[in-house]
């Protein structure tokens, strides 16, 4: 008969990983089982293959939105990939016996619903408690009823923290009788220390993936009762596994394969994972904090034949900080490194490990080479601890052609260098570039530009367009560029969009075009289609856009339209597209907002706030656009200038809007200005209006002198009450002048008034009297007693 060997492991785990291996070489068995789900086995060829590059994980997903995802990760120290690579090597079957994925799945979505309705029903009964001021003396704190973990518990048994706990008890292990008897007994803690736990949905299915897995066990021995089997499991499972397999396991497992909660519509694929999000597993106890340092452990154990090499691992992890600092300017001596390993040996001896632990480590580091100042060195703990390691899937391996596409654009555009988890940035001319032969290489960057725009539509996190120093630059783009495993979830999920990037966001811009509300909306979407080179979404953009501006649309929301228009037409040429419906779109938006403009316009305050961009923005659009009827906007500027019912705000900014451009001559102007700043006109109102007259161009404002020659004689019109009541509109106008345009401004008002401008700028940067300061501080006082008094009509 074949004999079945059972060998417990903690997941990435450099020592776990070396002494399987050892346990397979010496055993030679017929068949590896190992814990994981057991219906991606079809997966394992591609993560053990030679061009692919650890960390990777297996991604199981739903194929119907919303996505479910659950991610198996493996490393190069991982015991289970260790087993699936001896298998290879070998030509020995390997295979997954957890349960299948779609299990997993719907175990996940069904821990996320509970969640979910335990923290609203905990709002429900703090709004309750808040309603009725009572509070129960005995429920104590959220805090205190959380229950300690498996690991939390372990680490109130010991004294230390667990992480230190299990190197010095298990990676400083010496043979593998040594570890396969502390794991045993660490399972049997684990399982222990989880009683408390043993009712919950938890529990629950934690004891149906062991009914499973002695399943799988069972029929695998069936197959072939003379075969040698190792069986790699968690060792929490390992006494479980153990137990024989009965009838009762049978219904229970087949109960679960037919239940709702096995997910059977989903797919799976091999992707790159990277140590940094390893290292988020902190609150998994059998995660890996500092996967950096554990590749350390397992180099350094490979290095010396098996060895715990516990010396060689810390000697290199103090180096490794001490090269990261001199290499990035700081100051770390050999003498340092020295003292910081004797002094993390001592640190280890008086916990009662062989080796240092890597707190042990991160503490001498802190107090030899950072002087005592973790700040000195975080970064370069950093870098030691977790690295910027990230895996790499051969082509053929990835199950979705979205990846297959993300990795084939990746190659053609030269981005693959930004196929990382740093940032970094990417600057772009999307101009043609005549010094090279061929098309493709002319327009790289623009369609460059056309995939980043893409992955930004699909948000996937790996593009974000930052603002380039020339705000005038069309030609020109600059991106930031990082990779994260949750940029490879995304590029999944896109594969329920499409078979490519291009289809899939052409699929997510239809769906938010179809969910607009407004010409708003639409526009910024025919913008993003536009800067994406989707041409077909272009053309279904440009019909949503018309369909929208039909209706009564607010004429705030028209013009930001005609600004995002505006900018697709000036990046026309540039990108290559065909923007032949552009224009007359533009044109039929522009006639309606010059119709709608004064009857919008009389308006409460914070509509015209809202109305005040629109007015810019299309007085902008209507410079540089030769085909938009200039004529017509300056008459409805006009028209709005002179309308006494307008909002002061619009109708100052409409007639400074015409002097910046000379389409209004001096005397209208001063008309103007002398209707609204007027001695029987509201002063706020008249504040009001100056502060949009200011808005639009404030060397224009200040070059005419005949301006602050009319608010000088508005503000010497003015008692004390009406002054202080426009000063507030007046100061807010002026927060938004330069130094240098203060100081211009100030020299014509001392040319108005008759003072020496040396004279004035002295007395105004003097330093105040104790007279004067007690007479500011009174008037700061009046004001706040003023507005503390006011009656706001409540």
């Given at each position: 008969?074949?004999?079945?060997?059972?060998?417990?492991?903690?997941?990435?785990?450099?020592?776990?990983?070396?002494?399987?291996?050892?346990?397979?070489?010496?055993?030679?068995?017929?068949?590896?089982?190992?814990?994981?789900?057991?219906?991606?086995?079809?997966?394992?060829?591609?993560?053990?293959?030679?061009?692919?590059?650890?960390?990777?994980?297996?991604?199981?997903?739903?194929?119907?939105?919303?996505?479910?995802?659950?991610?198996?990760?493996?490393?190069?120290?991982?015991?289970?990939?260790?087993?699936?690579?001896?298998?290879?090597?070998?030509?020995?079957?390997?295979?997954?016996?957890?349960?299948?994925?779609?299990?997993?799945?719907?175990?996940?979505?069904?821990?996320?619903?509970?969640?979910?309705?335990?923290?609203?029903?905990?709002?429900?009964?703090?709004?309750?408690?808040?309603?009725?001021?009572?509070?129960?003396?005995?429920?104590?704190?959220?805090?205190?009823?959380?229950?300690?973990?498996?690991?939390?518990?372990?680490?109130?048994?010991?004294?230390?923290?667990?992480?230190?706990?299990?190197?010095?008890?298990?990676?400083?292990?010496?043979?593998?009788?040594?570890?396969?008897?502390?794991?045993?007994?660490?399972?049997?803690?684990?399982?222990?220390?989880?009683?408390?736990?043993?009712?919950?949905?938890?529990?629950?299915?934690?004891?149906?993936?062991?009914?499973?897995?002695?399943?799988?066990?069972?029929?695998?021995?069936?197959?072939?009762?003379?075969?040698?089997?190792?069986?790699?499991?968690?060792?929490?499972?390992?006494?479980?596994?153990?137990?024989?397999?009965?009838?009762?396991?049978?219904?229970?497992?087949?109960?679960?394969?037919?239940?709702?909660?096995?997910?059977?519509?989903?797919?799976?694929?091999?992707?790159?994972?990277?140590?940094?999000?390893?290292?988020?597993?902190?609150?998994?106890?059998?995660?890996?904090?500092?996967?950096?340092?554990?590749?350390?452990?397992?180099?350094?154990?490979?290095?010396?034949?098996?060895?715990?090499?516990?010396?060689?691992?810390?000697?290199?992890?103090?180096?490794?900080?001490?090269?990261?600092?001199?290499?990035?300017?700081?100051?770390?001596?050999?003498?340092?490194?020295?003292?910081?390993?004797?002094?993390?040996?001592?640190?280890?001896?008086m916990n009662g490990g062989k080796y240092p632990a890597l707190a042990d480590l991160r503490s001498s580091a802190v107090t030899c080479i950072g002087e005592g100042s973790f700040a000195e060195i975080a970064t370069a703990v950093a870098s030691?601890?977790?690295?910027?390691?990230?895996?790499?899937?051969?082509?053929?391996?990835?199950?979705?052609?979205?990846?297959?596409?993300?990795?084939?654009?990746?190659?053609?555009?030269?981005?693959?260098?930004?196929?990382?988890?740093?940032?970094?940035?990417?600057?772009?001319?999307?101009?043609?570039?005549?010094?090279?032969?061929?098309?493709?290489?002319?327009?790289?960057?623009?369609?460059?530009?056309?995939?980043?725009?893409?992955?930004?539509?699909?948000?996937?996190?790996?593009?974000?367009?930052?603002?380039?120093?020339?705000?005038?630059?069309?030609?020109?783009?600059?991106?930031?560029?990082?990779?994260?495993?949750?940029?490879e979830i995304r590029i999944v999920e896109a594969s329920l969009k499409g078979d490519t990037l291009e289809e899939a966001a052409v699929t997510v811009l239809g769906e938010m075009l179809r969910a607009a509300e407004n010409v708003k909306q639409?526009?910024?979407?025919?913008?993003?289609?536009?800067?994406?080179?989707?041409?077909?979404?272009?053309?279904?953009?440009?019909?949503?856009?018309?369909?929208?501006?039909?209706?009564?649309?607010?004429?705030?929301?028209?013009?930001?339209?005609?600004?995002?228009?505006?900018?697709?037409?000036?990046?026309?040429?540039?990108?290559?597209?065909?923007?032949?419906?552009?224009?007359?779109?533009?044109?039929?938006?522009?006639?309606?907002?010059?119709?709608?403009?004064?009857?919008?316009?009389?308006?409460?305050?914070?509509?015209?706030?809202?109305?005040?961009?629109?007015?810019?923005?299309?007085?902008?659009?209507?410079?540089?656009?030769?085909?938009?009827?200039?004529?017509?906007?300056?008459?409805?500027?006009?028209?709005?200038?002179?309308?006494?019912?307008?909002?002061?705000?619009?109708?100052?900014?409409?007639?400074?809007?015409?002097?910046?451009?000379?389409?209004?001559?001096?005397?209208?102007?001063?008309?103007?200005?002398?209707?609204?700043?007027?001695?029987?006109?509201?002063?706020?109102?008249?504040?009001?209006?100056?502060?949009?007259?200011?808005?639009?161009?404030?060397?224009?404002?200040?070059?005419?002198?005949?301006?602050?020659?009319?608010?000088?004689?508005?503000?010497?019109?003015?008692?004390?009450?009406?002054?202080?009541?426009?000063?507030?509109?007046?100061?807010?106008?002026?927060?938004?002048?330069?130094?240098?345009?203060?100081?211009?401004?100030?020299?014509?008002?001392?040319?108005?008034?008759?003072?020496?401008?040396?004279?004035?700028?002295?007395?105004?940067?003097?330093?105040?009297?104790?007279?004067?300061?007690?007479?500011?501080?009174?008037?700061?006082?009046?004001?706040?007693?003023?507005?503390?008094?006011?009656?706001?009509?409540?």
């Amino acid at each position: 008969m074949g004999k079945i060997t059972y060998f417990g492991i903690r997941h990435l785990s450099p020592v776990c990983a070396y002494y399987l291996r050892e346990l397979l070489q010496n055993e030679e068995p017929g068949l590896v089982l190992i814990e994981g789900p057991s219906d991606l086995n079809g997966l394992m060829d591609g993560l053990v293959s030679e061009e692919a590059e650890l960390p990777a994980a297996i991604l199981a997903y739903t194929k119907e939105p919303p996505v479910e995802t659950v991610l198996y990760p493996f490393a190069e120290f991982s015991p289970e990939y260790q087993a699936i690579l001896w298998a290879k090597e070998k030509g020995v079957k390997a295979r997954f016996i957890d349960l299948p994925s779609g299990i997993a799945l719907g175990y996940y979505k069904e821990l996320r619903r509970r969640a979910e309705e335990a923290e609203e029903e905990m709002s429900s009964r703090q709004s309750t408690d808040e309603d009725g001021d009572k509070e129960d003396p005995d429920s104590g704190s959220p805090e205190q009823n959380r229950k300690l973990s498996v690991y939390e518990q372990i680490e109130q048994l010991t004294g230390i923290p667990h992480d230190s706990f299990w190197e010095y008890t298990f990676e400083g292990c010496s043979d593998r009788e040594e570890l396969a008897s502390a794991m045993e007994k660490y399972g049997a803690s684990l399982r222990e220390f989880s009683e408390a736990d043993k009712d919950s949905y938890k529990a629950e299915h934690e004891a149906l993936r062991e009914c499973f897995m002695r399943r799988m066990i069972a029929e695998a021995a069936a197959e072939d009762p003379d075969r040698n089997i190792v069986v790699v499991t968690g060792a929490f499972h390992t006494a479980a596994v153990k137990e024989a397999y009965s009838e009762d396991d049978r219904k229970k497992t087949d109960a679960a394969l037919a239940g709702k909660q096995n997910l059977k519509d989903c797919n799976a694929t091999l992707m790159p994972y990277s140590y940094y999000r390893l290292s988020e597993h902190s609150g998994y106890g059998a995660g890996a904090k500092a996967p950096g340092y554990f590749e350390i452990l397992w180099r350094c154990r490979n290095a010396s034949g098996g060895a715990p090499g516990g010396d060689m691992a810390a000697s290199e992890y103090l180096t490794r900080v001490a090269a990261y600092q001199r290499l990035h300017g700081g100051m770390a001596s050999s003498a340092q490194v020295i003292e910081a390993l004797r002094l993390a040996k001592e640190l280890a001896a008086m916990n009662g490990g062989k080796y240092p632990a890597l707190a042990d480590l991160r503490s001498s580091a802190v107090t030899c080479i950072g002087e005592g100042s973790f700040a000195e060195i975080a970064t370069a703990v950093a870098s030691t601890e977790i690295g910027t390691r990230i895996g790499q899937m051969p082509e053929g391996t990835v199950c979705t052609s979205v990846q297959e596409d993300f990795l084939r654009q990746l190659k053609v555009l030269k981005l693959e260098r930004f196929r990382s988890s740093e940032r970094q940035d990417l600057e772009l001319d999307l101009r043609e570039n005549l010094r090279v032969k061929s098309q493709e290489a002319a327009f790289l960057d623009l369609n460059r530009s056309f995939f980043l725009h893409r992955m930004s539509v699909l948000q996937t996190g790996f593009s974000k367009q930052e603002k380039y120093r020339q705000d005038t630059a069309t030609w020109a783009e600059k991106w930031s560029l990082q990779w994260t495993p949750e940029t490879e979830i995304r590029i999944v999920e896109a594969s329920l969009k499409g078979d490519t990037l291009e289809e899939a966001a052409v699929t997510v811009l239809g769906e938010m075009l179809r969910a607009a509300e407004n010409v708003k909306q639409t526009s910024a979407i025919l913008a993003k289609a536009l800067e994406a080179g989707l041409t077909v979404c272009v053309r279904e953009a440009i019909y949503a856009v018309q369909n929208s501006a039909a209706g009564n649309e607010a004429i705030q929301d028209v013009g930001c339209a005609i600004g995002d228009l505006s900018l697709t037409v000036r990046f026309g040429n540039i990108r290559r597209m065909d923007l032949s419906g552009i224009e007359p779109l533009m044109e039929r938006l522009f006639l309606k907002f010059c119709l709608n403009l004064q009857k919008e316009c009389i308006c409460d305050e914070a509509a015209a706030k809202a109305i005040l961009p629109a007015l810019a923005t299309v007085w902008d659009a209507v410079q540089i656009h030769e085909f938009l009827d200039k004529n017509r906007l300056i008459h409805a500027y006009m028209e709005l200038a002179e309308d006494d019912m307008a909002n002061p705000l619009l109708s100052g900014f409409a007639c400074g809007a015409l002097a910046e451009r000379g389409d209004i001559d001096a005397e209208k102007l001063y008309a103007l200005m002398e209707r609204h700043l007027a001695k029987g006109m509201p002063s706020a109102d008249g504040a009001y209006w100056f502060e949009g007259l200011a808005e639009k161009n404030h060397r224009a404002l200040i070059a005419r002198l005949g301006i602050w020659e009319h608010l000088a004689a508005y503000i010497r019109s003015l008692d004390e009450e009406e002054f202080r009541s426009a000063a507030i509109c007046l100061r807010r106008t002026f927060s938004t002048f330069s130094p240098a345009e203060k100081l211009d401004i100030a020299e014509n008002i001392c040319e108005i008034l008759g003072v020496n401008a040396t004279s004035a700028a002295a007395y105004v940067n003097g330093t105040l009297t104790e007279e004067e300061s007690q007479a500011v501080h009174e008037a700061e006082q009046n004001a706040i007693g003023d507005v503390d008094d006011f009656d706001f009509d409540i």
